[in-house]
């Protein structure tokens, strides 16, 4: 099952890439308080994803590119709610990254400037805090070893969340 996911995740990034592209020209399906859907429809593949941004990135002179927090779907290939995050620069090669909400803390494996989580258990309680949740950190280590913040609005997420469901049916 692991592998399957592993796979599927080397999968999400490509199509993550091009979803950050889409979004970037397009205008939202939706937006719900601090988060905005999104939905791509193609001759093969449907791409729905809620995004964010980050509200404060700490340090503030740190070089980097956007961040932005994601929960996509793929319902042709039976992806619902998988969460990921672009960070806006290189990870430290063999860290991990952290999201926290409220007392909950969780691992995201990473790659580039990308991270994810592996396990769909961890997802399912990652998309629980945030449903519960006001704020979620996002910390992590640039491959120049400087250590990063990012913290997210919460506000909207479970509206959000429902559009996802009804957008990438």
Known sequence: M????????????????????????????STFG???AY??????SKICFVVSQPKSQEPKNANRNPAYFYVSAWPRESVKNEVS???GYPFKKGTEATVTVG???F???????????????????????????????????SERGTNTTDT?????FGQALQALAGLCQ
């Open 2 to 29: 692991k592998r399957i996911r592993i796979a599927w995740i080397g999968a999400s990034v490509a199509l993550l890439l091009a979803t950050a592209v889409y979004a970037q020209g397009q205008k939202a399906t």
């Open 34 to 36: 601090d988060w905005s």
């Open 39 to 44: 939905a791509h429809d193609d001759t093969k």
């Open 85 to 87: 995050v672009k960070i």
């Open 103 to 105: 007392t909950a803390s």
């Open 107 to 141: 691992k995201l494996f990473t790659q580039n400037e990308r991270a994810f989580l592996g396990d769909l258990t961890q997802e399912l309680k990652l998309i629980d805090a945030m449903r519960k949740g006001s704020s979620l950190q996002v910390q992590g280590t």
């Open 152 to 156: 997210y609005s919460l506000a909207g």
